[in-house]
């Protein structure tokens, strides 16, 4: 609802009494969802620009170019409100309005991301919805992916508490086409506006404005959309084939506040006025009204601009799709949405003043937490390692993801050349030029620490890509917070904003997309802060392609500095000590160095695999590699370099910057390290016998068969399935 | 040598189908859309995966009833080769050229991941460079993919041949008998879940390794150059 102070404003921009259709239109397009009015003074300095930057963000999805004219597009968005209170149907809707936005440039969605969060799975608490969530929110992504015939390719799975009766869920999409491609976005008077697909019903009603509160007791299923992806896959080859033919001046997709922000942003962008007949737009149900039909959100719905001549053209591919659509108006004047109904005028405001709602300016204040904190740790002393790591291996948040990959058809289009799972995935744009992509977040460490938490999820982000062999081009970012009205909350909003701002900054890698969710709270409690960041990387060449298997004869190293940094790790948080200790650090100047070390390694073809060390430390990612080359390994713990006062620290710290990585060509691994004055050391070997191997000097610390391991790996499974 | 790929509103694979045929393979292929009427011009006719119609009702029980499929069921009788992978299999048993059932898989989860299976005849235009016995690496992605039918249906397979490849080692859904792809009494129309095109090229294989299950489509080719040289 509008306050007050934005309704004196609204009535003072109009010079009149806006009508009651026109407070519904400003409503949805003024809601904290739309608007961004309480985080665009700062979103807004993100830097956007780099010289593979086509389109930055702003539009439906930002644009990379990535050589020979091929660009990709890429966008993410959360559906977390709906998937609250109606997982599937939340989760799918959510995938379809990211889908919708890659069409909207112009080009073919070849991949999508997911990043979930829920609370822990293994709940004592019976009344817990965890598990019914996270498994119709994994179906929801999957039922409409698959249908759709767009890959799920990578993502991130985290569990929390602070997610008790909630979830989040972002979805991101990577397009592919060519520059000279890309939608225009123009409009000429005269032009027809055409709103194509699910004709508008009462379903949705008000979602933007329900995703712009908080959660209530009283969950409002009715403002959840209803899925259909057959009508979406149509869509996209309808949408592909029209602007193959250059059928298109603009598109835009709808999403929240339906056809009311639709038009205005639409009409905003093309910087042309809109006449627009409600009784033309093709409805589910006989009596709907004109309020109803403008902001309902009904699902799988784009708007176009098509020029008058090329309408047949148009008419011929969507008849053939069987696609249902209706001519609603026409592009007139400069400014002005005029909304007529049967013969009557009934809305006529300024799009410039529909789209720039009034901006927020929102109080700060360091939350109190963060001045309780304990750095340090005091930690009764640990006997038994083993156990310790395998109960780490077991946490879902660590473990196998696979219950939640094979869900999602992850290689249909042909382009999957890593799957799901390891570092980041990469996918084919053609046999000589491929994209790795990643999202990455961790709650725990932002918590504690918004701004190195933020700064760190970059990092791993990075990290991820570069260790498949590419450089990193773009950033993503999904900002997750709970009400930006709490000062403590604002102020972890804007400590993530400005590590963000740091890094792309320092690294010379822009944002290319990004969305900002607020209100995440549910009636007991906000969320931890949560940004989710994606990052985008190339590959130039086949060769560089890099896995995350060890083979038998690898000799291992590890590069960077293990600090003792236990604030926000999965060790400290499984053991109750979730609210001490120093939260990961990033120096920006090593963590360049050391992914430009492990770039030249690559293009050097010195190694054959490179895994990030994050959620579980060494000892994890040790494990992790054990595992996925079904090999043993051997390491001295002694020889990393450390500054750790205890051997647990050391194993299960989650400081940034650090890969470990084989080779067979020690000797020059270790002179490109030397001659980059990285922190490294050679720490152990690829063994036959399947045995996982950690010892300190002589004392043993870990010793586990790779199958035992691998058993604790696979938790989520039983946890699932009870398989 | 043309192919046809049968593309129904809600096919998903066929790009996939058409870039192995014409870039791995070497067999010119193009798209028929459904509401062709005349298939005359093609020495096969693939129906790709995906999900026709959305799986509306029962897996591609609609495509089912498209106007191409009374062209197809007449040239299915004349013996053209008809190849049908998971969604093309499903619509298949669905417009009765195979037999049995295709259903929701045991465990009620869409399903998609490596595994291997085997070939258990070597005798049709899609597995005639084969040998018996020879095992696949070949990814399953469906969530309707498991294969019944009635018990003397089944014994009706065996006696005539028509059990074509078998899961090895582990059943992905809960077929009968392990059971992947299936062919008619005259051995021209063969349905499989697996998806071969998703196999034809090392680089996506997840060990890179390469896998052989291309060998469906170059049997194909190798059927199709000596019938056409006759």
Known sequence: MLTRKEETYLQKKLGRKPNLLEIDMIDAEWSEHCSYKSSKKYVRSLPSHGKRVVVGPGYDAGVLEIGDDDVITVHIESHNHPSAVEPYGGAATGVGGVIRDIISMGTRPIALLDALRFSSLNDENKTSKSKWLFKNVVKGIADYGNCIGVPTVAGEVEFDDSFKDYCLVDVAAIGLGKRAQIISNHADEGDQIVLAGNPTGKDGIRGASFASKLLDDEEDRSAVQIPDPFLEKLLIEATVEASKSNCINAIKDLGGGGLSCCLSEMSHLVEKGFEVDLAAVHTKVADMSPNEIMISESQERMVYIINRKKLSRFKEIFNKYGITYSIIGKVHGHDNLNIHFQGKSIANISCDLMVNAPLCYRKSKKPGYLNRTKKGIEMYKVKDYNSILLDLLSNPNIGNKDWVFQQYDHEVGLRTVIKPGANASVIRVNDNKFVSIKLDGNSKHCYLDPYFGTLGCLSEACRNVVCTGAEPIGIIDHLQFGSPENPQIYWTFRKSVEAIIDFCNYMKVPVVGGKVSFYNETMSSPIKPSPVIGTIGLIKDRSHITKCVPTFGDTLFILGKTYEELGGTEYTDSIGYSEYGNVPKVDLEIDRKNNSAVLALIQHGLIDFAHDCSKGGIGAALAELAISGNVGIDIDLEKIPNNCSRHDYLLFSESHSRFIIGSKQPDRVKEILRSKRCIFSEIGEVQTTKILNLHYSRKEIINLPVNDLACSYNTINHIMDGT | ?230
């Open chain 2, 1 to 230: 040598m043309k192919l046809g790929i049968v593309v129904f509103p809600g096919s998903n694979c066929e790009r996939d189908v058409h870039h192995v045929l014409n870039d791995v393979i070497g067999i010119s292929a193009q798209y028929v859309w459904h509401m062709e009427k005349s298939i005359d011009d093609y020495d096969a006719l693939i129906l790709p995966g995906g999900f026709s119609y959305g799986d509306r009702l029962r897996a591609g029980v609609i495509a089912a009833q498209s106007p191409i499929l009374e062209a197809i069921k007449k040239k299915a009788e004349e013996g053209l080769p008809i190849l049908g992978i998971c969604n093309g299999f499903q619509i298949l048993v669905e417009a009765g050229l195979l037999p049995g059932a295709l259903i929701k898989n045991v465990k009620l989860k869409f399903s998609c991941k490596w595994l291997e299976m085997e070939v258990l005849n070597v005798n049709t235009p899609f597995t005639n460079l084969f040998r018996l016995h020879d095992k696949i690496s070949i990814p399953i992605a469906h969530g309707e993919g498991r294969f019944v039918i009635g018990d003397d249906k089944l014994h009706d397979l065996y006696e005539n041949n028509q059990v074509v490849f078998k899961y090895k080692y582990q059943n992905p859904n809960g077929s009968t008998e392990m059971i992947a792809a299936i062919c008619n009494e005259k051995g021209n129309v063969m349905g499989l879940m697996p998806h071969p095109e998703r196999a034809s090229e090392p680089i996506l294989s997840p060990d890179q390794k390469k896998s052989n299950a291309g060998l469906i489509f170059l049997s194909l080719k190798n059927f199709l150059s000596s019938y056409i040289k006759n």
